[in-house]
T-cell receptor
Framework: GENVEQHPSTLSVQEGDSAVIKCTYS??????FPWYKQELGKGPQLIID?????GEKKDQRIAVTLNKTAKHFSLHITETQPEDSAVYFC???????????FGSGTQLTVLP | EAGVAQSPRYKIIEKRQSVAFWCNPI?????LYWYQQILGQGPKLLIQ????????DSQLPKDRFSAERLKGVDSTLKIQPAKLEDSAVYLC??????????????FGPGTRLLVL
């Protein structure tokens, strides 16, 4: 089955700096890659996603890049703010009927 | 639009007891998922429903876990008997899709279970 590895497990940045979280996946048939943000005591919330026919996608301060050849994708957050502090999960899915496999999460702390 | 509702939010039980969780998905969402999230890990799918039918329950420990979605709307997840390793957050998610789950998954707040 699919295996998703996520790095780093913890990341601290100064407010205003950029943060990058990286994930690799094993199933070459995976074609959908969402990123979720989970705040303490809450469920994961989708923040951005990318499909395999696109190499990069941006939404304001958040961007995701995908390298299908290397089977890795990354989340980039620019101009970080304290409210960006949370756990971020990447995930991958091979086909619409296949399950979503999550990475192990990255605890991002933005220091004021 | 109301989000995914779950109850209870917290539950503490002793091992070998039984427990049930309830989920009400976003109105109109045909696909419903139950995930188990152990502390420090990502969510792991337990079961996926399409309307009232099971699409994937390959990772559900069927000797102790059961789930149903009788009318294709609300769902319940039951554990009987509970073990210490069942301590986790149980997340319910739903998506608007007629093809088995291609849509964005929206998560509820989860139920935090502690088994003593």
């Amino acid at each position: 089955g699919e295996n998703v590895e996520q790095h780093p497990s913890t990341l601290s940045v100064q407010e205003g700096d950029s943060a990058v979280i990286k994930c690799t996946y094993s199933d070459s048939a995976s074609n959908y890659f969402p990123w979720y943000k989970q705040e303490l005591g809450k469920g994961p919330q989708l923040i951005i996603d990318i499909r395999s026919n696109v190499g990069e996608k941006k939404d304001q301060r958040i961007a995701v890049t995908l390298n299908k050849t290397a089977k890795h994708f990354s989340l980039h957050i620019t101009e970080t703010q304290p409210e960006d502090s949370a756990v971020y999960f990447c995930a991958a899915r091979a086909g619409s009927a296949r399950q979503l496999t999550f990475g192990s999460g990255t605890q991002l702390t933005v220091l004021p | 639009e109301a989000g995914v509702a779950q109850s209870p939010r917290y539950k503490i039980i002793e091992k070998r007891q039984s427990v049930a969780f309830w989920c009400n998905p976003i109105s109109g969402h045909a696909t419903l998922y139950w995930y188990q999230q152990i502390l420090g890990q990502g969510p792991k799918l337990l079961i996926q429903f399409q309307n009232n039918g099971v699409v994937d329950d390959s990772q559900l420990p069927k000797d102790r876990f059961s789930a149903e979605r009788l009318k294709g709307v609300d769902s319940t997840l039951k554990i009987q008997p509970a073990k210490l390793e069942d301590s986790a957050v149980y997340l319910c998610a739903s998506s608007h899709s007629g093809s088995g789950g291609a849509g964005t998954q929206y998560f509820g707040p989860g139920t935090r279970l502690l088994v003593l």
